[in-house]
């Protein structure tokens, strides 16, 4: 569950320095520390070579150009990695929006003619929740699970199982609810269109999700980048064990923690909605959608009610 102490304990950890440097769960030292240990280990073996005599050394002005030209890489990679986790927070943030926007016009704004209308309006506000939880699901290649089993009836969940994309059937249930309530009379032709845009938003922010999903960057580029960053941590010892000697090794693998954690930390956020400990924390988001959900099932007065102060007020000549 994420609550107001999971927050405060991630606010301390990024003030206390040492907490942060020492904590192993965010960070990316278990996906590179193999790269980085096998450079080190390559670094000592050429200062060994050094002291040997060998012929193992190379003009420390030759890595220059290589060194500026792989900065660049590292930047580009790095921002565009970044592009794509931030639009795909953004479209999150579309969708706890819109969801709550949309459940307080339903619940607002649809008329309650039979004892029956609030538990269906009810079902239907809860089907929000499931969509967001059905979006994240289906972004992270998941099938139905129970995650969805309390927030519809038990036959529309053994429905939605067997669907292709169950947030779309979940919309489909949604607009279908809305076009009735209108067929009965309990929205106006304004409310439904300003509810099906409030659809719409949540639909068109999904299939965003689903283009950063389904356009990921090009493998000839990260393999051209992955080999340039090989190279580069395995020439840099021919360049520097003149000055380094022994220390040739931790230096290079100093060097490489830097380089190939840039390129782990980029791997890792170009796809947002997946588990890994950087990515976009959607559980959390669809923990906090239902808690709003249900504050407003539980809080928020219905049209009757108001309609009932109404009346008691033109009675009393108010």
Known sequence: MFTNSVIDGRYREKREWLTVILQMRYSVI????????????????????????????????????????????????????????????????????TVRNFARQIWVSVEENEPADRKVKEEIIRLLVAFAIASKLYLRRQSVNRELEGYMPKQWYEKLKKMNHPPIHIAFWISDYLQHQYERGCINPYQLTAMFKLLDRMVE??????????????????????????????????????????????????????????????????????????????????????????????????????????????????
Not at 34 to 53: D, E, K, P
Not at 63 to 69: N, Y
């Open 205 to 318: 922010a999904l299939t965003c999700c689903e283009g950063i999903l389904n356009t990921p960057i090009p493998l000839a580029y990260s393999i051209h980048l992955r080999q340039l960053l090989l190279i580069y941590c395995l020439s840099l010892p021919f360049q520097i064990v003149n000055e380094f000697h022994f220390w040739t090794g931790i230096v290079v693998a100093l060097i490489s923690f830097t380089v190939f954690g840039i390129e782990e930390i980029a791997l890792e956020i170009e796809n947002p909605f997946g588990y890994d400990p950087n990515d976009l924390p959607l559980d959390a988001i669809c923990i906090a959608m239902h808690r709003n959900i249900e504050d407003l099932i539980t809080l928020a007065p219905s049209v009757r009610h108001w309609k009932r102060i109404s009346v008691n007020l033109e009675t009393h000549n108010f």
């Open 30 to 97: 278990p996906a590179i520390i193999f790269r980085v240990t096998f450079c080190g280990f390559f670094g000592g073996l050429i200062s060994l070579l050094n002291y040997f005599n060998f012929p193992v050394t190379l003009p420390a002005k030759s890595s220059i150009v290589p060194s500026l030209v792989l900065g660049l890489l590292l930047v580009f990679r790095t921002n565009t990695a970044y592009e794509r986790f931030w639009q795909g927070r953004q479209l999150w943030g579309q969708i706890v929006n």
